[in-house]
């Protein structure tokens, strides 16, 4: 069932609440900021509207284009073109779009709330694909079994009653053999698109690094970052110190954590087996600070 009712009055509508929303947020300034932009023609704001009413009608353009044709004012070759742009950082459009949507909802937060940021991965399954740029194995971790497709790591911001996507990064695999496909070739290196392949074939942590970098920069509010085991690691924990965060993370029984006892002795981390059957310690706060 699709999320709007497919007739005029309400594609009409809906139409008009997305030009609103990209008016109130700049969404023209900060594509351009982007790198977003047309030698001639339509203009790219225009292009860009029509692309995000997609993803809230659950049509293509295709689809789009045959039912309304007489309504879109430029052809598929536009569209396409422009969404397959490799100059275009959607990376820092998706960071400032999220940035000024939370310069209006922050202040109205009751101050006792924390702001986070929140990290996690999650399989994105290409399983009929054959021929996608670096197209990987990766290991589905609900189904314990190797599929094709990409691990989507997503960066969010929370305020306990809100929750906005900052960034994401597709990740390929680091390892040769496990890659289907390679990058194009016709890409430059040193462009968006070029960048961004390259950051694929990345370790996840240090792309995690590089996100939380980046809401560093956008100067996004948030004091702690949120994680499972997977991302926490006591380099991990260090590297994020270092940023200017702390730490709210799911541990493992590790002898390489060691915290400070409330007699300000050193101790290494070890759980009992009570207290891993009964989840007594869910959650373990780091405000870590390099030893001197």
């Given amino acids: 069932m699709n999320i709007v009712a497919q007739n005029h009055q309400s594609r009409e509508l809906l139409s008009s609440k997305i030009s609103h929303f990209l008016e109130e947020f700049h969404a023209g300034r900060i594509l351009k900021a982007c790198n977003a932009y047309k030698v001639r023609g339509f203009s790219v704001k225009d292009v860009f509207q029509v692309a995000f009413e997609n993803a809230f009608s659950n049509k293509s353009f295709f689809q789009k284009q045959r039912e309304y044709s007489n309504c879109l004012p430029f052809a598929k070759d536009t569209f396409y073109r422009f969404m397959n742009s490799s100059s275009i950082n959607w990376r820092k459009f998706t960071l400032q779009l999220a940035s000024s949507v939370i310069g209006k909802i922050e202040p109205l937060t009751h101050e006792k709330l924390r702001n986070v940021l929140i990290i996690d991965d999650s399989l994105f399954s290409q399983a009929r694909s054959k021929k996608v740029e670096l197209l990987a194995k990766v290991f589905d971790h609900v189904e314990h079994k190797y599929t094709k497709g990409f691990r989507m790591l997503t960066l969010g911001w929370s305020d306990g009653n809100s929750f906005l996507p900052l960034s994401q990064c597709l990740l390929s695999s680091t390892e040769r053999e496990n890659r289907l496909q390679e990058a194009s070739a016709s890409i430059d290196a040193r462009n968006n698109g070029g960048k961004l392949r390259k950051l694929a074939q990345t370790k996840a942590t ?87």
């Fill in 206 to 292: 240090s792309v995690m690094l590089t996100l939380l970098k980046d809401a560093k920069a956008a100067e996004i509010p948030a004091k702690y970052v949120l994680f499972d085991t997977w991302f926490c690691s006591p380099s991990s924990l260090l590297q994020v110190k270092d940023i200017g965060y702390d730490v709210i993370g799911m541990v493992k029984n590790s002898e390489k954590f060691i915290f400070a006892t409330a007699d300000g002795c050193n101790a290494r981390l070890q759980f009992s087996e009570q207290q891993r059957s009964a989840a007594a310690v869910p959650h373990i706060f780091f405000p870590w600070r390099r030893k001197s």
